[in-house]
């Protein structure tokens, strides 16, 4: 009996063997999920990428990562829900060409900005300068020989005919030379500037003997004043110039004497900073 009873046993055993597909069955029911998640990704490089990779572990073939992926571009009349590779590049070209330089964005701020800071430092600079010129003014006792001026075109110093030259002369005294070579120490600045130095005179017809007109004269006293300041190293003979405008650029009336005074002159301008001074 007992062999029977042994047979029974081993017939009402359960079959297990179901738990074989249920586990496949659940493992594709997960990597499903993970399709769908990776189909709701913007990314479409990503979803490829997993794709690719679920088509390879299921052995490839022409699956359903392989035909209808959101990828896939197809002409059938309906917009695909997810953007195109193509699409991203373009945005991407778009977005950069936003941001070139003279297209505006960060690139025109940082511009603007620079010129803003060049335009209150050249201002600075000039102001310290006109200072300068004021207090070396005061000390001498030039306020009636020595004007200054700022502008828009720099700092403008104006100096007398008598303080420099005799009349009718283009030589400069002891007493000029030495002025000249004082006031060159206020050309030395941390960017070379462009000086210009201007000659001018009164309408009075010069001596035919010395100078042929007052152009001449002009010209040669601005020439004689500038070698002088430039006997200093420390400038650049390139940044000044030298020019005689004769009696053509009055700044008062030749009719009385102290307009006649006041246009025998001559005149420094300190120019602005340049731009590409900044480069130098």
Excluded at 18 to 44: E, K, R
């Amino acid at each position: 009996m007992s062999p029977l009873k042994r047979k029974k046993k081993h017939d009402e055993h359960i079959d297990e063997s179901w738990l074989i597909p249920y586990a496949d069955i659940l493992t594709l029911l997960l990597a499903l999920f993970i399709v769908l998640f990776a189909a709701s990704s913007i990314d479409a490089q990503k979803f490829q990428a997993v794709a690719d990779s679920f088509a390879a572990e299921l052995d490839g073939g022409t699956g359903i990562l392989d035909s209808n992926s959101p990828t896939d571009s197809e002409d059938n009349g309906t917009n695909s829900e997810l953007p195109s590779i193509v699409d991203q590049e373009k945005d991407t070209e778009e977005t950069e060409s936003e941001t070139e330089p003279g297209a505006g964005g960060d690139s025109d701020i940082e511009v603007d900005g620079e010129q803003a800071w060049t335009a209150a430092r050249d201002q600075k600079e000039l102001e310290e300068m006109q200072q300068a010129f004021l207090n070396y003014k005061e000390k001498n006792n030039l306020e009636s020989r020595l004007t200054t001026e700022l502008d828009e075109k720099g700092l403008i110093i104006k100096i007398k005919e008598g303080t420099l030259f005799s009349s009718g002369s283009a030589d400069l005294s002891e007493q000029a030379e030495q002025f000249a070579r004082e006031i060159s120490l206020m050309f030395e600045t941390e960017i070379p500037r462009t000086i210009f130095i201007e000659g001018h005179t009164d309408n009075v017809p010069t001596n035919p003997e010395k100078f042929a007109s007052n152009w001449e004269l002009s010209s040669a006293r601005a020439i004689n004043f500038m070698k002088i300041i430039l006997e200093n190293e420390e400038l650049d003979p390139r940044k000044f110039s030298a020019t005689g405008y004769g009696e053509y650029r009055p700044i008062a009336s030749n009719d009385t004497a102290e307009g006649k005074s006041e246009n025998r002159r001559v005149e420094i301008l300190i120019s602005r900073i340049a731009e590409e001074g900044l480069e130098e």
